[in-house]
């Protein structure tokens, strides 16, 4: 076990239990996920993080108590179909600028949470796919311009990123859920044309095993030795519990994919509550509770960090 340990921190997001998790409930989640018995001597938190400045004293909250029980934090942004009942979420390639800067706006109060949670003296990370909008397609790929305004986009938050001391890693969406950059060589060109240091990848097991065209294993190789991976989900392809759909068997070639790279950062059980099942179109499950699909997730990561 200690092979791995020793690189990588492994932990769970908060949405695996219940949303939101908040001033109100933040003890009773991280009571939850410290009974889980995570590997390593200091676990990874990912939770949600607010673009909104209001939340920077949650934030600091989060950070004091997450520490006092042993865990480390990382920051996940989530642009979502429609912010409320008539405010779509902006879009980073849009023709109209304001709608450009204000996706900006909203990826760097990403940021600013994500340096607010950051351990003393680390960097801060951020998760997710706070790029793009979820689920905004135009019935093509990207054009020119869109790539352009996209990277230009990019380079403006990857600088707020460099300011704040935080790596910004944009998670790698399937085609069903982004059009602008589905795969780990995608999104390598892109951080090569933006051409600054902390823009990086966030990859999913998920994601990967819908649309990159080799195995799985090969495409997080190849996103580990590039040095831009700055976190990843181990996540099902059904979206329940770990190990217990086709990705599951894949672990080994995983977990030897980052060690041989050298990867340190965090690697994280990704599940999902009911709560977020619209967002995802999952409607069937199999558990019974959040808690049965994190343990039984939680003992088969274990299982596989014995050599």
Known sequence: MGQYLTNMHFGINTWAWQLPVDAANIDAF???????????????????ASPDEADLAFAATLKAKAADRGFSLVACGFNPNMLGPDTPSPHLASPDAAERQAAIDRACGFIRYAAAIAEDGKPGILSGPWHVRHQLFTGSGPTPEERERFIEGLRQITRFAIDHNVLAGF?????????????????LTLIDEVALPNLGINWDTSHAHIDEATDIASSLSAAAKSGRLHHVHLSENHRRTYGAGIIGPQTPALLAALRDAGYQLGVGLELFCEALDPAIH?????????TTAAAASVAFLRSHLTS
Not at 30 to 48: K, S, T, Y
Not at 172 to 186: A, G, K, M, P
């Open 171 to 187: 998670e790698i969406l399937n085609r069903f859920e982004s059009y602008l950059v589905n795969t780990v060589d995608q999104a």
């Open 282 to 290: 999952k409607w069937s499950r199999t558990e019974g509770d959040p």
């Open 30 to 48: 991280l009571d939850w996920a410290a009974a889980l018995n995570l590997p390593g001597d200091r676990p990874v938190i990912e939770c949600f």
